[in-house]
């Protein structure tokens, strides 16, 4: 029996429905852009845990389309370039709606969500290009700076949020479990409840309330490659990348979610899977900040050097071993987060 083994990228606190068009992206999306056969496995396992995404993605597929792009840019210099302008193109009707509060209809709002699924299915093209080394630095800056500007993300998150609560008015704070096929007939809230604390997705596939330790019991073939260790967890040491020097001591807050910035009060050590600028108000009363993912040009890493706070980035497992409450001295000299 093959074994299909998956890795996880990022933890995201939005919603189902734009995991679906990720999804879509490295699934059919490809094929507007290479005509390279693509392995059979599904490219990405989301997992709901906690109210926030974790995104697990498929090894071999992940690989083939880094793979598959170097491919097409060695042929066409111009790919990222077209790929931004028809990326644009299909998103003009959709950035008109970023400036609303939200859509006034089902019918408003399927358009909308069909609009920015087909325009993602361009965003794989300088997502992986920004961030592999055999890129030309030329058409790599370029990805890196379409990356960091682009809202997709953010802005198309918080139109799906605002629209679900104003369209279902007891949906409220429930708008991220809801796919959208079910736009029409939302999920009763117990049904929902359940979503936010365990809920596995492969799109056209699976999307079963169910933990990912019994996911993966019932699913043999399919493994989750982890670099957290099983034992001892608490003593194990944290090591990351330095995006800002310094040091600091306090009391750990994780935050996996928007509605729990709240939680940080100064001098408290943010943890969290990744920031965004959603997440701003708690970085500004941290006294450092350490993520499980991210690079030097990510989020957490710009704010960090712009408020000159201790920052340790990339860990892998921050959010897994840490636990509110625990004491803790971030050395960001070093990259080593101690439990004290």
């Known amino acids: ?25 490295h699934d059919k999306g490809t094929r507007v852009w290479t005509r390279r056969k693509k392995p059979l496995t599904p490219p990405i396992i989301f997992y709901m845990f906690d109210g926030a995404i974790e995104t697990w993605h498929s090894v071999d597929h992940y690989q083939w389309i880094q793979d598959a792009l170097q491919k097409e840019l060695a042929n066409n210099k111009n790919l990222v370039n077209n790929a931004i302008l028809k990326y644009e193109q299909k998103m003009a009707r959709v950035k008109k709606n970023w400036k609303r509060k939200y859509l006034n209809s089902v019918k408003e709002f399927k358009c909308f969500i069909s609009d920015y699924t087909l325009a993602v299915s361009f965003f794989p093209v300088w997502y992986y290009a920004a961030v592999d080394s055999r890129t030309l630095p030329g058409i790599r800056r370029k990805a890196v700076e379409i990356r960091e500007k682009d809202l997709f993300y953010d802005a198309n998150d918080r139109i799906i949020r605002s629209t679900y609560t104003h369209l279902y008015k007891n949906l409220k704070n429930f708008e991220n ?34 933990t990912i330790r019994r996911f993966l019991r019932d699913n043999s073939n399919i493994k989750f490659i982890s670099n957290v260790p099983k034992k001892n967890l608490r003593a194990y040491k944290i090591k990351g990348q330095v995006a800002f020097r310094g040091k600091a001591k306090g009391r750990v807050k994780v935050i996996r979610r928007l509605d729990q910035v709240n939680k940080i009060k100064g001098g408290d050590i ?19 900040i350490i993520t499980d993912e991210g690079g030097i040009t990510c989020h957490a890493a710009i704010v960090a050097r712009e408020m000159k706070k201790p920052c340790i980035i990339g860990t892998g497992k921050a959010t897994q071993i840490l636990k509110d409450g625990d004491l803790v001295e971030v050395d960001a000299e070093q990259g080593v987060v101690k439990k004290l």
Do not use: Q
Request: glycine share 2%; charged share 25%; hydrophobic share 45%.
């Open 1 to 25: 029996m093959s074994v299909f083994k998956y890795r996880k990228i990022f933890t995201r606190d939005h919603t189902l429905s734009l995991a679906e068009s990720w999804y879509f992206a």
């Open 177 to 210: 479990v809801i796919l959208k096929d079910e736009i029409d007939n939302p999920p009763p809230i117990n049904i929902l409840k359940k979503r936010k604390e365990h809920f596995v997705l492969i799109p056209g596939h699976i999307a079963e309330i169910i």
């Open 270 to 288: 943010m943890v969290s899977p990744m920031t965004s600028p959603n997440y701003l108000s708690a970085m500004k009363k941290s006294a450092a």
